[in-house]
Protein backbone atom coordinates (compact mmCIF):
# COMPACT_ATOMS: atom_id res chain seq x y z
CA UNK A 1 0.00 0.00 0.00
CA UNK A 2 1.06 3.52 -0.64
CA UNK A 3 2.12 2.76 -4.14
CA UNK A 4 2.24 5.83 -6.62
CA UNK A 5 -0.51 6.44 -8.86
CA UNK A 6 0.68 8.14 -11.94
CA UNK A 7 -0.80 10.52 -14.54
CA UNK A 8 2.31 11.53 -16.93
CA UNK A 9 4.68 10.39 -14.71
CA UNK A 10 3.18 12.89 -11.87
CA UNK A 11 1.74 11.18 -8.36
CA UNK A 12 -1.94 12.21 -8.67
CA UNK A 13 -2.68 9.18 -5.88
CA UNK A 14 -1.88 6.03 -4.11
CA UNK A 15 -3.06 2.47 -3.42
CA UNK A 16 -4.60 2.65 -0.59
CA UNK A 17 -5.68 -1.38 -0.16
CA UNK A 18 -5.15 -4.91 -1.75
CA UNK A 19 -7.92 -7.24 -1.66
CA UNK A 20 -8.81 -10.55 -2.87
CA UNK A 21 -12.54 -10.08 -4.38
CA UNK A 22 -15.61 -11.94 -3.28
CA UNK A 23 -15.07 -15.12 -5.04
CA UNK A 24 -11.34 -14.97 -4.58
CA UNK A 25 -11.27 -15.46 -8.55
CA UNK A 26 -8.79 -11.67 -9.24
CA UNK A 27 -7.56 -9.19 -6.35
CA UNK A 28 -9.43 -6.00 -6.28
CA UNK A 29 -6.92 -2.97 -5.85
CA UNK A 30 -8.00 0.20 -4.46
CA UNK A 31 -6.72 3.85 -5.15
CA UNK A 32 -6.92 7.13 -3.82
CA UNK A 33 -7.26 9.66 -6.51
CA UNK A 34 -6.43 13.10 -4.85
CA UNK A 35 -9.54 15.59 -5.33
CA UNK A 36 -7.79 18.18 -7.65
CA UNK A 37 -6.79 14.87 -10.02
CA UNK A 38 -10.40 13.52 -10.39
CA UNK A 39 -11.21 14.86 -13.49
CA UNK A 40 -8.52 13.18 -15.02
CA UNK A 41 -9.88 9.92 -14.87
CA UNK A 42 -13.34 9.04 -17.08
CA UNK A 43 -14.59 5.77 -18.80
CA UNK A 44 -11.77 5.48 -21.05
CA UNK A 45 -9.01 5.64 -18.82
CA UNK A 46 -6.68 3.02 -19.25
CA UNK A 47 -4.64 1.42 -15.83
CA UNK A 48 -1.26 -0.29 -16.07
CA UNK A 49 1.17 -1.65 -13.83
CA UNK A 50 4.57 0.03 -13.91
CA UNK A 51 5.96 -2.08 -11.06
CA UNK A 52 9.57 -2.72 -11.33
CA UNK A 53 11.66 -2.44 -14.33
CA UNK A 54 12.28 -3.33 -17.44
CA UNK A 55 15.74 -3.69 -19.37
CA UNK A 56 15.94 -4.78 -22.89
CA UNK A 57 19.48 -6.19 -24.34
CA UNK A 58 21.21 -6.11 -27.55
CA UNK A 59 24.34 -6.45 -29.05
CA UNK A 60 23.29 -3.95 -31.48
CA UNK A 61 21.27 -1.49 -29.53
CA UNK A 62 23.11 -1.61 -26.16
CA UNK A 63 20.73 -1.52 -23.06
CA UNK A 64 17.32 -0.48 -22.57
CA UNK A 65 16.03 0.49 -19.14
CA UNK A 66 12.57 1.27 -19.12
CA UNK A 67 10.73 2.92 -15.39
CA UNK A 68 7.92 5.20 -15.31
CA UNK A 69 9.22 6.75 -12.80
CA UNK A 70 12.22 6.48 -9.65
CA UNK A 71 9.92 5.87 -6.80
CA UNK A 72 8.02 2.63 -9.49
CA UNK A 73 11.49 1.60 -10.01
CA UNK A 74 12.19 1.10 -5.71
CA UNK A 75 8.14 0.47 -4.78
CA UNK A 76 6.15 -0.37 -8.31
CA UNK A 77 3.25 1.47 -9.06
CA UNK A 78 -0.12 1.91 -11.17
CA UNK A 79 0.04 4.28 -14.06
CA UNK A 80 -3.06 5.81 -16.49
CA UNK A 81 -3.75 7.55 -19.54
CA UNK A 82 -6.91 8.96 -20.44
CA UNK A 83 -8.70 9.92 -23.91
CA UNK A 84 -10.59 12.69 -25.17
CA UNK A 85 -13.94 12.09 -24.95
CA UNK A 86 -17.25 13.56 -25.19
CA UNK A 87 -18.01 16.62 -22.33
CA UNK A 88 -21.03 13.91 -21.61
CA UNK A 89 -18.46 11.46 -20.24
CA UNK A 90 -15.86 13.97 -18.49
CA UNK A 91 -16.39 12.14 -15.06
CA UNK A 92 -16.28 8.55 -14.49
CA UNK A 93 -19.22 6.46 -14.17
CA UNK A 94 -17.36 3.29 -13.99
CA UNK A 95 -16.05 2.47 -10.24
CA UNK A 96 -13.59 -0.37 -11.56
CA UNK A 97 -10.72 -0.55 -14.15
CA UNK A 98 -8.69 -3.47 -15.15
CA UNK A 99 -5.07 -2.99 -14.57
CA UNK A 100 -3.18 -4.27 -17.39
CA UNK A 101 0.09 -5.70 -17.26
CA UNK A 102 1.57 -3.88 -19.96
CA UNK A 103 0.83 -0.29 -21.68
CA UNK A 104 -0.42 0.26 -25.31
CA UNK A 105 1.36 2.45 -27.21
CA UNK A 106 -1.82 4.62 -28.23
CA UNK A 107 -2.63 5.14 -24.60
CA UNK A 108 1.03 7.13 -24.60
CA UNK A 109 -0.46 9.31 -27.69
CA UNK A 110 -3.18 10.46 -25.81
CA UNK A 111 -3.19 14.10 -25.14
CA UNK A 112 -6.51 14.76 -24.01
CA UNK A 113 -6.84 18.38 -22.49
CA UNK A 114 -8.65 18.06 -18.70
CA UNK A 115 -9.08 21.21 -16.51
CA UNK A 116 -7.73 19.89 -13.04
CA UNK A 117 -8.76 22.19 -9.85
CA UNK A 118 -6.41 24.54 -7.99
Known amino acids: MGN ?24 DIFINIAKRYAPLVNNGS ?3 NTSGINIEA ?10 ESIETLIAGGIAFATPTLAASDSQAKATSFILHQD ?3 DWLEWQAKIAIGQ
Do not use: C, H, M, T
Open 58 to 67: SIFSGVNIDS
Open 4 to 27: PVLYRQVKVGEVIGIDLSADADKV
Open 46 to 48: KFW
Open 103 to 105: VDS
